[in-house]
């Protein structure tokens, strides 16, 4: 049998492994394992990776050889060539870009370049934060004594390198000690004190463990405490420590920095959790006093990666039982067993009686009793041997190997009992490697001789409390240092940015929290992330903002395992968690401690996460692209530290915003044990804080070239590469006797490269506020600069240096230079009415106080903001006219205002019909608002397009929208649905087909058009046009649906659909494999969903196989939808919405 052809799992068929043992074979550089349980054999080759050095030697197993030499990292007998530290870092850079499925990238290259170059100069390098937890994941995955490696993904790793002193290695430690112990819900972490290497000199933790019972030797040679650590209690004692002399008294840590004596710190009791030793039955053995800690964490072992080491590095994981049984039963420990089993009333001379065995078993069940009836995290040898198990297979099928020492891994009792047993194991070293080390006092030179060991150096309990007290207020401060919040976001129109800002905000208060654009991000660090908030925006419908596509794509694609981008397509919807899956998060919740030790591993096991989306409940698929990140994080095993919050836009968005902060906050504070270090309140207040201050801005002149360039300005605060086309002509589309415009507007691209794109594709464009709006609103202000001027506003900054607080004016980047006129035309949006944070700075303005009071009620963004903000739809120079006495000033507006946006519309011409020119259709919206008895409002850009002269230049760019483009070949059915303005993509498609036909002789197919208006006689969009393409066999069917024709019911799209094309669809769909495309209002494009969904059941298809139908043809991409919001009956639309909210009181969370 082929190789090729073998099982993925590295599992050998019966009768194969003669075969691959025969040393005349072929395949003989497979080694074999087999389980004698279960006959299985498997083929481990990741020994051929191991470090050259091995465990046993040609002529003696080593195998029970506690200490083996090649397993001691000496700095006494080792000598590392450069040349040896580059083999190494090549390997673990080589393993690091492998593991990230960027083996042999350009980034890979780079890296491995700058690695050699590091060592050639510096004879070492740095590891960069996500190698250093790559690296400490790894080494635990390696680590052959460790039975519970099946976590080893799940490991908080805290990058303490940085520190210099012992003081600051004794708070990293209580910080460790307290996020590890996280009250008895035991958490693997891992602290990294500064490597070894001649800059930083030595750093150690002089203890074996960092909690363990002192050893006080007696003058008879007997021992009170634990034993094994009589020596290091007795060099406690000569540096000054004084035990109470107690069986379980917590020994000081010894803490060595930059090669300096060491510092003796007292583990602070509130940090040391420990339990006491009951048995279910045995009321006596509470008696014997017995009690262990809970958090095992070893501190004396050096951790090698990749050539760089790190003799200080304290990392725990959670208790065996049998690990507790023996440090209580073992004669060289506490040596319990006897007294124990006489308690039990056993004869203990005879040891075939098994007394031992007896005790011993009884002991370990009081262990595990007492450990779990306090909710403390402990395993019993069955289920880590079994989980031990599942780790092996799973490492063989993902690494092809799994070294691991058998010695070690079979628990100290039952050991045949448990699977482990009968599993043969290869025990071999790979890089990254744990070590053990010289104890660190054999190693070390006492420079201060007061200190010499022998001689006592007093530490007074005070100078102890006042370390203590020192570190505790010290650990919020450094724990914001090391654990870092990232805030993903990803926005079409602003909002979520600025959310993410205040959450940036809140979190700083504790975290080292910073914001990444998801489209900025590279996904596959996503994994090295300790704590991730996602606030985004659903666009579309359900779908993902144009910048968090790739991130959704991505994180689809990491989901699923795949190496490269899947071709299938991300589709929010079809990614949300189902109902129930939901619902489990709450009882998951419920319960007073969750299990860590559960052994579902995902990708993103460490990585806590929490998700707020913004949305619209006028959207059918609300918040989709919030659930749908929600749910792939969760289906990774990320741990979701409080569930989605949602804000709908119509709907108290910034309230639900800002309770689902506080709750997030608080979540992570819990989770990071930083609860009673942060001062909840204070960092809530920042959710409210505005922080303008009048006096803290000033404008500066500047000269009037600065304002050259508008569309590079635009381009640079909207993170966009912008253009500029220039306004060739704006024809009315609709007739003389419609009292309604819709433009079509021509524009010239100046053959600019950044402006080319396909048929499908939108034109983002970046209006003007209207004159008149922009003139009231400077007359207005109290202190505007004149409004030609050109001007920079800077702001007042402070600074506290040792001098004191030190003020500097700087320059305030939020807007380029430029004259108030301008920012108020073609940078702030002046036209939606504000947010309760801005009206709560105009109630600060308003001198009269029953102004002031209604602006206060209003900025709570109550009930009466909401109704007040959609019947009044106030832009900014209304609110000045309802509140006269408002004192503005112009910084106010520069500094608070939120941008102006680009509007989008779907490109209405083919490149190839019309080179150089791109074609718009523009419906021009005004509209009344207070329900039709209020003043007249234009739309900023339609209106804009409407107004500007032939010639003007427009700043723009291209939105590519892949997913809405013509099926390559030009035979396959297509229907395009677009009522009113909808029909604006589909004048492209049918121009590309002419375009085709006549120059590529290519053949159509049917495509069929199904429009939609008020009245034959007014708004008939492109009817010639459509005419002409159909005489030229472009256009195969049209069909027109007229709302408002009179003496005729009201006819929309979908009713023709269904009633009555309703065979020829499924048949050019269905039968031909054809491709759907709807455009327009979102919802129409629901209701043709439906309808079309009615037209599948009537052709025969079951009402949920019609459901799946679409979904898969959206991830085929055969269902396109290119929506362009809530833009048919708007008012009326969001209204009924807005009531059934309020009806239903949907509260968010
Ligand atoms: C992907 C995409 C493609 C698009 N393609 C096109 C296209 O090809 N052609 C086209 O014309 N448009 C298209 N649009 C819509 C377009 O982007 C603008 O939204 C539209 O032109 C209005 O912009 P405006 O600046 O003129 O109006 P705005 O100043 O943005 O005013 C519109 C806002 O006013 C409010 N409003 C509107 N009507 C009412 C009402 N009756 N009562 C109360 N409030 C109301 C609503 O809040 C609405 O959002 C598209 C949108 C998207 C997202
Ligand atoms: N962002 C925005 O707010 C925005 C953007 C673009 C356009 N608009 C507004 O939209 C209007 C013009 O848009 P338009 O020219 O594209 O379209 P339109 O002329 O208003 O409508 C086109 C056709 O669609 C029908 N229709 C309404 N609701 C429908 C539904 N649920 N399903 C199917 N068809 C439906 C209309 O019928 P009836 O009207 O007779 O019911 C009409 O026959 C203007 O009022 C403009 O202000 C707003
Ligand atoms: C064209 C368009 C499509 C939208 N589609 C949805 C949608 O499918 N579901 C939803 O909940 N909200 C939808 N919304 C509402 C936005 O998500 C909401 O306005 C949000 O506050 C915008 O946040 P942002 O500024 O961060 O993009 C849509 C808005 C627009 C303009």
Not at 865 to 887: H, T, V
Not at 918 to 943: A, D, L, R
Not at 959 to 986: E, M, N, Q, V, W
Request: hydrophobic share 35%.
């Amino acid at each position: 049998m082929d190789g090729s052809q073998k099982p993925r799992n590295n599992e050998i068929l019966p009768g194969e492994r003669a075969e691959l043992r025969n040393p005349s074979s072929s395949k003989q550089r497979f080694e074999t394992l087999k389980n004698w349980e279960t006959d299985k054999v498997q083929r481990d080759t990741l020994h051929l990776k191991a470090c050259p050095v091995n465990v046993c030697d040609r002529a003696k197993c080593n195998g029970s050889v506690m200490n083996p030499s090649q397993m001691i990292s000496d700095p006494r007998n080792e000598s590392r060539s450069p040349e040896d530290i580059v083999q190494l870092a090549t390997d673990f850079i080589d393993q690091y870009y492998e593991s990230a499925k960027r083996f042999k990238s350009e980034a890979h290259l780079n890296r491995l370049h700058e690695v050699k170059q590091s060592i050639k100069g510096q004879g070492t390098f740095t590891l960069t934060e996500h190698e250093l937890i790559f690296g400490a994941k790894t080494a635990w995955r390696n680590a052959p004594r460790c039975i519970g490696r099946i976590q080893w993904n799940k490991l908080q790793v805290f990058d303490c390198r940085h520190i210099t002193s012992t003081a600051e290695m004794f708070e990293a430690i209580c910080t460790h000690l307290k996020y590890a112990t996280n009250k008895g819900n035991i958490r693997s972490c891992i602290t990294f004190f500064p490597p070894r290497n001649e800059a930083n000199g030595e750093f150690r933790v002089w203890n074996p463990q960092l909690i363990r019972y002192a050893g006080y030797r007696q003058l008879d040679g007997s021992v009170i405490g634990d034993p094994v650590n009589v020596e290091f209690t007795q060099i406690c004692e000569r540096l000054g420590w004084v035990g109470k002399g107690g069986r379980f008294d917590v020994l000081p840590l010894l803490l060595q920095a930059n090669s300096k004596d060491p510092d003796m710190y007292e583990v602070p009791t509130n940090l040391v959790l420990e339990v006491d030793i009951k048995h279910p039955k045995f009321d006596w053995l509470e008696k014997m006093g017995l009690k262990w800690y809970a958090v095992p964490a070893v501190s004396n072992m050096l951790i090698d990666i990749g050539g760089i080491q790190f003799p200080a590095c304290p990392f725990n994981g959670w208790f065996m039982g049998t690990e507790i049984g023996r440090d209580l039963c073992d004669t060289t420990r506490y040596n319990i067993l006897e007294p124990l089993a006489k308690q039990m009333g056993l004869h203990t001379k005879n040891n075939s009686s098994l007394w031992k065995d007896k005790a011993v078993l009884e002991l370990n069940i009081s262990i595990l009793h007492s450990f779990q009836s306090n909710n403390v995290t402990i395993m019993d040898h069955h289920a880590a041997t079994e989980s031990f198990m599942k780790h092996f297979s799973n490492e063989l099928r993902l690494r092809g190997g799994c070294p691991g020492d058998w010695v070690w891994l079979v628990p100290p009792v039952s050991g045949s009992t448990t699977p482990i047993f009968h599993q043969e194991i290869f025990n071999y070293i790979l890089n990254p490697t744990c070590y053990y080390q010289p104890d660190a006092w054999k190693l070390h030179t006492l420079k201060n001789r007061d200190q010499k060991v022998g001689k006592t150096k007093k530490i007074h309990f005070k100078e102890l409390a006042r370390f203590v007290l020192l570190a505790s207020t010290m650990m919020t401060k450094a724990m914001a240092k090391r654990v870092k919040a990232t805030i993903f976001y990803a926005t079409e129109t602003g909002k979520s940015l600025t959310y993410a800002k205040i959450l940036r905000e809140i979190f700083n208060h504790a975290f080292d929290a910073k914001i990444v654009a998801m489209d900025e991000y590279d996904i596959w660090l996503l994994e090295y992330e300790s704590l991730v908030l996602v606030v985004t925006s659903t666009f579309g419908n359900g779908d993902p903002p144009e910048n968090g596509e790739t991130f959704a794509q991505a994180l689809q694609d990491m989901g699923n395992g795949d190496n490269e981008s899947s071709s299938k397509k991300f589709d929010s919807v079809n990614t949300v968690a189902p109902l129930q899956k939901r619902v489990s998060f709450h009882a998951k919740n419920t319960t007073a401690n969750q299990d860590n030790t559960s052994e579902e591993q995902g990708i993103l096991a460490n990585v806590k996460f929490s998700v707020f989306g913004l949305g619209s409940r006028a959207y059918p698929n609300f918040c989709a692209f919030g659930h749908a990140i929600d749910t792939m994080l969760g289906d990774m095993k990320a741990e979701r530290l409080l569930e989605i919050g949602e804000g709908d836009e119509l709907s108290g968005q910034e309230d639900s915003f800002r309770h689902w902060a506080q709750n997030v906050f608080s979540a992570a504070c819990d989770s990071f044990c930083l609860k009673e270090d942060v001062n909840i309140e204070i960092a809530n207040a920042s959710l409210s804080n505005t922080t303008y201050h009048p006096s803290n801005y000033r404008f500066k002149s500047v000269d009037i070239a600065a304002e050259e360039n508008i569309t590079g300005d635009l381009g640079k605060m909207h993170k966009k590469h912008l253009s500029s086309c220039r306004l060739i002509e704006r024809i009315n589309l609709q007739s003389a006797e419609s009292k309604r415009s819709t433009i079509l507007v021509k524009l010239d691209t100046n053959d600019s490269p950044l402006l080319d794109f396909e048929p499908g594709d939108h034109l983002g464009i970046y209006p003007c506020n209207q004159p008149e709006l922009v003139d009231g609103l400077i007359s207005k202000l109290e202190d505007a600069p004149a409004k030609d001027d050109v001007i920079q506003m800077e702001t007042l900054k402070r600074k506290n240096t040792h001098l004191g607080i030190i003020e500097n004016w700087e320059a305030d980047v939020r807007l380029p230079p430029c004259s108030l006129r301008t920012a108020l035309t073609r940078f702030l949006d002046i036209t939606t009415p504000p947010t309760p944070q801005i009206l709560s700075l105009l109630a600060e303005c308003a001198q009269d106080e029953n102004e002031k009071t209604k602006l206060k009620v209003l900025s709570e963004g109550s009930f009466a903001y909401e109704d007040w903000k959609f019947q009044s739809f106030p832009n900014f120079l209304e609110i000045l006219e309802e509140f006269p006495s408002i004192k503005l000033s112009s910084s106010l507006l520069l500094s608070q205002l939120p941008f102006l946006q680009c509007r989008y519309y779907s490109i209405s011409s083919s490149p190839n019909y019309h080179p150089g020119q791109i074609h718009c259709t523009v419906s021009v919206v005004s509209y009344t608002t207070k329900g039709g008895s209020g003043p007249v409002h234009h739309g900023v850009c339609s209106s804009y397009l409407n107004r500007i002269p032939a010639g003007e230049k427009i700043s723009c760019f291209i939105r590519h929208a892949s997913g809405f483009r013509l099926p390559k070949d030009p035979s396959t059915p297509c229907l395009l649905i677009g009522p009113g303005t909808g029909i604006a993509p589909f004048r492209s498609f049918w121009q590309q087909r002419i375009y085709e036909t006549s120059s590529e002789a290519k053949v159509n197919g049917t495509m069929a058009l199904l429009f939609g208006c008020r009245h034959p006689l007014h708004d008939h969009l492109y009817k010639k046009e459509v005419e002409e393409a159909k005489k030229l066999g472009v256009i195969s069917h049209s069909y027109t649906a007229f709302s408002r024709s009179p003496h005729t019911p009201k006819t929309y799209v979908q009713h023709i659909l269904e009633n009555e094309i309703s065979d020829f669809v499924f048949d050019s769909i269905h039968n031909r494999n054809g491709h759907f495309y709807v455009c327009g209002d979102v919802t129409m494009a629901a209701d043709v969903n439906r309808a079309f969904k009615s037209v599948l059941v009537k052709n025969g298809m079951m009402k949920e196989d019609s459901d799946n139908y679409i979904r898969k043809m959206k991830s085929d991409n055969r269902y396109h939808e290119d929506i362009f919001g809530v833009t048919l009956r708007t008012s009326e639309v969001t209204d009924s919405v807005r009531k059934h909210v309020r009806k239903n009181s949907i509260k968010p969370l």
